[in-house]
């Protein structure tokens, strides 16, 4: 047996094995105890090895089933607290870390991208990585400028098989449904798999990582708030960009003090509302390894291979639409619905209790400030994935049109980050300074 199929095998193997450690009472218990069908209590022990073995796992897997990991984890928030404790801290390891490509692995990589003479382009390099992604690793290095200057730089290398292993991954992942509805409720994963699998190509092709960051950089130029660190050198499998250093979100969330808890969500949200009208771009990778509040208290922004294209900036009907259901106009926000598919043309619809499915989800922007917590997450997923709420009932009438499926992930994804950091802020300001068509509200 060759070494690709052995690690096929492997791979797969690994993946196999987790349902079987959430099987029987386990999975049972906690599936009844997080839906709140019984009230038998699992043991601290249980949930910790079951944490450990998930994001273990996920994490060896690197490629499709780190990245699925990593999206999972932003939602951790919306667990009850019983269940979410053991797993937040390997939640954040996985936000930030995976085991390591071996050294000769990654100069192989460079000498095949960068050419033979690929250490004459550095001034040093670091072969022990700083930091690993769902389909690459980050070393630190010293990146040599023409005139022979050096400049710090973070070097980004696709793991070799990583589109064949991403396309494994997810198919694997299609049949643990199950697992990830004992651990959340109401999450659906075929959309986010089926997310995934239509972007892995952009995934793949660092130049056009390297293209969107530059269009990033250009968007954010000078600005006093958000920083994109500047691209050195694209190929197919390595980006070379500035190295920046500050405090990664994950520490911020874990141990950060109030006030940089809540600087960071109102950057992280003016990131989210600006970047479609500064950029033509929405960063579509919302987890907190991907940014640091930096010592000049800027929030600095990393990886740019998830992406959406808004050349014409954010569909103007959000803001109106959000607008209208805050005034309480309840006809209105069927006919703005309906006109954007959210609702069906065909079939009637309680037009005020369309309006009071949607009012709790806005209380973020109905006052001047709002704090994010857990808490508000978990009521909010309680209220809607419950099928004894008449929200849930009610959201079963509406349709997600595909062309707001990112935008629409993307914005969970931001609320989960702001959860996490429990972020108190001027939300409704940034959405009246940069979400078209959002008016002033009273």
Not at 72 to 79: G, K, M, P, Q, W
Request: hydrophobic share 45%; glycine share 8%; charged share 20%.
């Amino acid at each position: 047996m060759t070494d690709i199929p052995r690690r096929a095998v492997s791979r797969t193997a690994k993946l196999a094995a987790l349902p079987l450690g959430f099987a029987g009472r386990t999975v049972l218990g906690m599936g009844k105890r997080v839906t709140g069908l019984a009230s038998d209590v699992i043991s601290a022990e249980i949930q910790q090895r079951t944490a450990e073995q998930l994001f273990s796992v996920l994490g060896q897997l690197k490629g499709g089933a780190m990245k699925f990991g990593q999206a999972l984890s932003v939602f951790e928030a919306a667990l009850p607290e019983e269940i979410a404790a053991p797993y937040r801290q390997a939640l954040t390891k996985l936000q930030e870390a995976a085991p390591p490509l071996p050294a000769a692995s990654v100069h192989k990589v460079l000498a095949e991208q960068l050419g033979p003479a690929w250490r004459d382009r550095f001034v040093s390099f670091d072969d022990s990585p700083a930091a690993a992604a769902s389909i690459g690793q980050v070393h630190r290095a010293v990146w040599r400028l023409p005139d022979g200057a050096g400049r710090d730089a973070a070097v980004k290398i696709q793991y070799p098989g990583a589109g064949d292993a991403l396309l494994a991954d997810l198919k694997q992942l299609s049949r643990l449904g199950g697992m990830f509805r004992a651990i959340q409720p109401g999450l659906d994963i075929k959309p986010l798999l089926a997310e995934l699998r239509e972007r892995i190509t952009e995934e793949l092709d660092y130049e056009l990582e390297a293209e969107s960051q530059r269009a990033f950089a250009a968007g954010y130029v000078d600005d006093s708030e958000i920083y994109v660190p500047e691209v050195f050198f694209a190929s197919p499998r390595v980006l070379v960009t500035e190295w920046i250093a500050g405090t990664p979100l994950a520490d911020i969330i874990r141990s950060g003090s109030e006030e940089q808890r809540n600087e960071a969500g109102r950057l992280m949200a003016t990131l989210h509302l600006s970047a479609p009208a500064r950029a033509g771009l929405l960063h579509a990778d919302p987890h907190p390894g991907n940014f640091r509040l930096l010592p000049d208290g800027r929030l600095g922004v990393i990886d740019f291979g998830a992406v959406a294209r808004m050349p014409e900036g954010t569909p103007e009907p959000i803001g109106r639409i959000a607008g209208l259901a805050l005034r309480g106009d309840a006809e209105e926000v069927v006919a703005g619905l309906r006109a954007e598919g959210f609702v069906s043309t065909a079939e009637p619809i309680d037009a005020q209790a369309l309006l009071e499915f949607l009012r709790p989800m806005l209380e973020p922007i109905a006052a001047d400030e709002f704090q994010f917590t857990r808490a508000w997450l978990r009521a909010e997923a309680t209220r809607l994935a419950s099928p004894r709420s008449p929200a849930y009932q009610l959201g079963r009438q509406l349709n997600l049109p595909p062309s707001y499926l990112l935008i629409h992930r993307v914005t969970l994804g931001s609320i989960g980050v702001l959860c996490q950091l429990e972020a108190k802020a001027p939300y409704r300001g940034i959405l009246e300074r940069w979400l078209p068509g959002f008016a002033p509200v009273g």
